[in-house]
Nanobody, 120 residues
Framework: QVQLVESGGDLVQPGGSLTLSCVAS????????ANWYRQAPGNERELVATIDVRSNIQYAESVKGRFTISRDSHKSTVYLHMNNLKPEDTAVYLC??????????????WGQGTRVTVSA
């Protein structure tokens, strides 16, 4: 079994910063790919950032230059560092990972989300 737990969401003022964490636990051999999505009321789900096992990284245009995705393989943790936050960044942020549960099997897992609210 694999569990993903996000944390770090909070109420923050425009221009502020937050770092979100996504911890994978259970049967985790390796994280192949990690994605951060966000869902806001009235908006479509948006892929914010992705990182693969070779550290290839892609960002949504809406966050490029402000957000940074990274991982700590030893801690089985993926991070999303968010700078210069804007009200339009308000959303529930969800972690999604393709995880090697053994050296031969892959599981697609989702966390429950962590809420980020950017407001003055």
């Amino acid at each position: 079994q694999v569990q993903l737990v996000e944390s770090g969401g909070d109420l923050v003022q425009p221009g502020g910063s937050l770092t979100l964490s996504c911890v994978a636990s259970g049967s985790v051999f390796a994280i192949k790919t990690a994605n951060w999505y966000r869902q806001a009321p009235g908006n479509e789900r948006e892929l914010v950032a992705t990182i693969d096992v070779r550290s290839n990284i892609q960002y949504a245009e809406s966050v490029k230059g402000r957000f940074t995705i990274s991982r700590d393989s030893h801690k089985s943790t993926v991070y999303l560092h968010m700078n210069n936050l804007k009200p339009e960044d308000t959303a529930v942020y969800l972690c999604n990972c393709q995880i090697l549960t053994t050296q031969f099997e892959t599981s697609d897992s989702w966390g429950q989300g962590t809420r980020v609210t950017v407001s003055a």
